[in-house]
Nanobody
Framework: QVQLVESGGGLVQAGGSLRLSCTASGGTLSMYAMGWFRQAPGKEREFVEAINRSGGMLHYADSVKGRFTISRDNVKNTVYLQMNSLKPEDTAVYYC?????????????????WGQGTQVTISS
């Protein structure tokens, strides 16, 4: 069973950048499509971005399109989320997740494996 650990969260000012990493152990990352989700206080966990096994197919939430970029390095067993032009409304706990499914994997219920999350806080 794959285990996921996120890192790279922190506190930055609006307009700044962060890069989150998600490293997998106990399994080969290339076997899974990967996604990033986030959960702000008092809100449901929402989809941010997803990437297929080869990295050739990406899906974005409208709220982050043009600002965030998901990528993966299957050799390093790591998925990244590059976040630019950050806004206070991006403040949330960010989770990476893995799924065995194929196709458009943007729904939370499609993901069986989750990391513990990393806090991202954007100050205005």
């Amino acid at each position: 069973q794959v285990q996921l650990v996120e890192s790279g969260g922190g506190l930055v000012q609006a307009g700044g950048s962060l890069r989150l990493s998600c490293t997998a152990s106990g399994g080969t990352l290339s076997m899974y499509a990967m996604g990033w989700f986030r959960q702000a206080p008092g809100k449901e966990r929402e989809f941010v971005e997803a990437i297929n096994r080869s990295g050739g197919m990406l899906h974005y939430a409208d709220s982050v399109k043009g600002r965030f970029t998901i990528s993966r390095d299957n050799v390093k067993n790591t998925v990244y989320l590059q976040m630019n032009s950050l806004k206070p409304e991006d403040t949330a706990v960010y989770y990476c997740a893995a799924t065995n499914r194929y196709g458009r994997t943007t729904a939370r219920v499609e993901y069986a494996y989750w990391g513990q999350g990393t806090q991202v806080t954007i100050s205005s």
